[in-house]
């Protein structure tokens, strides 16, 4: 699920892309590599945008939602959306040398809003901040393994832990998460009954 068209700025880091795929549609481009590696998969590709209006139509139905998007605010829609439609939800965010990963399958564990119920401090524009061209694989590379985990009901998973990955001195970290009982999501009185989203990027010029 994709509306974004590849870019030659994603070729140093997403490798199921080519200099011949340059304006095609990631989700159309990336479901075409990943047919050609193995024919036997059945892959769904959507072009479409990610918003608080269409999040639990299209997540409602999978087993699994893996999220690797780019900005907080579709982070929550996608959190939102996974909570109230009973979908398990593997999420990864990475910045600049740094990656966090978490799995959210209330009740059993916290939501993405347990663990931040306000988005960090911006540091800079999102779309300047720059990330180490590897960063995206480690952290990729993680979420499917949890995504395979979770498919053959291993026992542990990153349920309650967040696991924050610095590449820079390279290190991993496991943090303890819990619930939020006053979360207004998952929590025992939630407040929240559509996916919000969180604005967090600023332009440039502001």
Known sequence: ???D??????LQRQ????????????????AEALSGLNPDTELVSIVDRLTATNAVGLI??????IDGSDNFATRYVVNDA????????VT??????EGQITVVCPPEGPCYRCIFPAPPAEQAPCHAAGVLASLPGVVGTILATEALKLAIGAESSLVGRLLLVD???TSF????????????????KPSISHPTAVALCRDETD
């Open 15 to 30: 490798i199921l892309f080519s200099v011949d795929d340059l304006n095609g549609k990631k989700a159309r481009v990336a």
């Open 167 to 169: 590449m820079l001195d």
């Open 5 to 10: 068209s590849v870019d030659l700025s994603n």
């Open 1 to 3: 699920l994709d509306d």
């Open 82 to 89: 996974c909570v109230l439609a009973g979908t398990t939800l």
């Open 173 to 188: 970290r496991s943090v303890h998460v819990t619930r939020d009982v006053e979360c207004a999501l998952c929590g025992n």
């Open 60 to 65: 409602k139905g999978w087993d699994l939602v």
């Open 92 to 97: 990864g965010s990475i910045y600049q040398f």
